[in-house]
């Protein structure tokens, strides 16, 4: 699954040709510059990344996904990436799946990794996740990068396409750390079969439990970020409005800043559901809950209560009810500090 | 003109009511509280000032428009008010409308007046505008709030309102500051006709120079703002997809904080076209310049010069052309700085 940007990157170019066939053994990845906006040369690149990666592996070049995460605009340093993809195969271990959690970093300041053990019918296989993503995070069908790995099989004729946009759908595509959809998102899931056949329901249920872990470590990592919010929208009438009004409040700038400010200004919420215009809450059904304190005409104590809540937790829970239907659905994101500025201001300078 | 946010104040719902008629002969503005998300008894609040106003003016109820502005959920203090209120007539003087300009400051650093002389039938008359607004603002309809009074008449039959709408189109609704959408937002035209009748030709024009004027009044003094942007979109095939693509770039946190630093990465212009999915743009009709510079495969010394422009401007021209059609507009944001975070992180408390 790829971002949905009009202007996807190389990589995702090339990428989306590769995955046709439905096998990848491979995955390349560079980051510090995502080989975005680079023009018919940057394709080029992206295939002769990939056809050298092949000739090391002695694997076929459509069966390596390229990724590039960084800087939009820019060539790749050929020079240094071929000589180094020459050697690729020498340097393959068992178990370095870290390292390549750490490699593929760019303002990360953590590696995120996540795994769950599940049965199969000749013992027990894993499944193994590796993200990265801290700004430009609005993932649309998928986040910045992340690789999903795991040596188990799934019954013939599972539709692995549609239990990935499941998981997807219930973790990366509730994430935001600051509106902006980036170039490169990809997520990427590989199975071998090594450890016999799970079933689809195990699988699935890990799958997702992995992509929220990952999707929640994101947001912990947002840039600038002090604060992780998970938000429930609760009693909405569809997805779609859960996802509308739920995105919205993570977007807010203004709650995001009060949030980080432990300011109890419950009103940016309000004003947050009310500029989603064409799914219109009546104001008396909407509930708002900061942990489990309701807001709504908060006395001036509760206010103070609301404020220490703020300040005394790194993980905030935001519940709102909308109480006209029957959809729930979880959303993460971050707080806004002056981190964030900063370390956007001077990006490539 | 209101906000089209779904939980508008208590002074918006009370002063659609008033503009029903098509006319109004006073304001009342207090600023510091929104009289927002308050229920039944804001409601009587408002329209116990509008009446109490009307009092002391000897004039009905309804033709007094009543206005907040400030924090959202918090009772005005009506022991202040009304005492106020009964004391209005005795406080009236003419030219004192700098003053009113001043007093409806909340986050605003200056006042934002613009006005414009215009012949009339007998002689000349006058179009005077203000405004306030600093944060919240992606205006839908309006701006936060904007009073324009005039002494000139319009022939017999002209639909004001329309006149209104089509400036407000090209004007507020072409900012945003950090894409929220006020609860408060309201634009008042007032026009009682002592100066004669002024061509309709020659009164639009003014006006709209005025919203504009006024527009670009509230982007440069948004909060923490240290640059005005002035987004100019060229070639687009209508005006839909000119705003939709204008407002994504001017409300992406990365675009605003590249611009805040001084740094030409102007991949970011690209990612935030890119991410208005149903509006695509072919990568290679897309023109973009900072000034009458173009950033695409800009060269290291070009980069160097872009940077240069962004720093030492406070006026900052963006120019994206899409090429695929002959729609164009203007749009008018600012930077995105440390300020801001700060001035929002501890609003209320």
Redesign the interface.
Known sequence: MFT?????GAPVIVGKEHVQSGVLQAIVINSKN?N??T?EKGIQNSRDICRTIGESLGIDEKLVLPSSTG????PLKMEIILPACKKAKSLLKPGNLEEVAEAIMTTDKRKKISFRKIKTKSGEGTIYGIAKGA??I?P?MATMLCYILSDVSLPKGTDLYSILKSSVDQSFNCLTI??????SDTVALLCNGLSGESSIEDFSQALTEICIDLTKLIAIDGEGATKLIELTIKGAQNEIQARKIGKSIL????VK??I?????????L????????D???P?ESLQIYFGDLPV???SPETLKKL?EYLKNNTEISLNVMLNIGTASMKFWGCD???E???E??????
């Open positions: 949905k940007n009009n202007y996807p995502s975005v906006a023009g800087v939009i605009g820019v700004g430009m609005e649309n600051d509106s902006d959809t980036s170039t977007n807010s700038p203004l800043t009060a980080y400010g432990g300011d109890p200004n419950w009103g940016r309000v004003m947050a559901v009310g500029k989603v215009f799914e219109p809450i104001f709504k005409e908060a404020s806004f500090s002056e964030y500025i900063k956007n201001a001077y990006y490539t300078t």
